[in-house]
């Protein structure tokens, strides 16, 4: 038992009392976005640093949970807790036998690696793992973690090592499934989009939680779901759990205060600002049992129909957001070309939407010179493709 209590104590001053640096991930492109969002959170700490594929802050641990229930650009939150360098695996391993796992790790508790090298003389990465889970285990046998907490069975700990010019970062993932999961749908469509770009998709237009959207290519749902989120001001974790709540230095009152913070303020519009889309009856079905399910369709008004058929909300006289995901490989079952269809799209919209802000996908750059209005491009990938995100005023 006294050795128990000098662990919390332990685990008390150094993790729960400290600062710590965190790392939240996101798609390439999408740094910039994702800064806005911390920058917009109530952190103890507002020291943001935007690197490739990602953000760097300093924050408490409670900051983390709050990153993770409200961040809808991240893919994840890590937490940086070692930093070393070993040229050799002698140095490696004694760097490693000092390391205080103890403090991460539940007795018993499994933990997954993901370990990767670049650019260093230990480049063998099946190796490094090997001697990581060699020095937890020998660790752990004399220095035991935290008793499993009554009635709970811990995940595994996903332990991310990273080793650039024999530089070694350990970090820890807090998230655990990546956060475009919101926990949201069970029909995934043909080409579901992930969450997080759909979400980056809808700030870049301008959308906002009293905006009109029109998605008329709404398939799985992604944009309407998001949409619906941001109009009744739910955050994006709020429907999962997280990594984080299997952590010996997890705080459950803390996690409780701050959902309970954020549930003062979801106010779910009465009547409809989304108007969504599909000619996929089986598509628009499911999307409709998802918000009723989560109780947000009375946000949303949901039809079947096709995009060249469908009338805009209030008949397009009041412009909002309208956002597209024409269909490309697979899913394009169309005999024209895709210059030919991009051309149909954007006549359609020069007729429908006039003054409406665009968000839309482009499976080539190129085929943007078929829209009649201006468009600024950002690349991306998705599914191993690359992708144009266009965005613009439709004139």
Known sequence: MANVKALQKRIKRRLIGREHTFFAVTLPGLESLCRQELAA??????????EKGGVLFQARLHDAYAANLHLRTASRILMRIGQFRAANFRQLEKQLRAFPWELFLFQQQPFDLNVTSRRS??????????????????RLSTQPGLPVPA???????????????????LSLDSS????????LKTYGGMAPLRETFAAAMLAMAGFSRHSILAGPMCGSGTFTLEAALVASRIPPGWYRDFAFMDWPCYRPGRWKYLRKLAG???????APGIF????????????????IRIDLDPAVHLQTGDFFTVAPPHDGAVPGVVVLNPPYG???????????????????LTDTYPGWNLAMILPRKDLGDQLPFRISTLPFQHGGLHLTLATGKIE
């Open 330 to 348: 697979l899913r394009l079952k169309i005999k024209d070309s895709l210059e030919r269809q991009y051309s149909r799209i954007g006549s359609r």
């Open 276 to 291: 969504a889309s599909d000619h996929d009856p089986l598509a628009v079905a499911s999307l409709q049992t998802a918000l």
């Open 121 to 138: 003389r230990l480049i063998h990465t099946a190796a490094i793992a090997q001697r990581f889970e060699q020095a937890i285990t020998a």
């Open 264 to 270: 003062s303020r979801i106010d779910i519009p009465q």
């Open 176 to 183: 655990g499934d990546p956060l475009y999961k919101r926990g």
């Open 41 to 50: 959170l109530p952190l103890d700490n507002q020291k943001l640093q935007i």
């Open 151 to 169: 009635n709970t069975r811990p995940s595994a700990l996903k332990i991310a090592v990273r080793c650039v010019a024999d530089l070694f970062t």
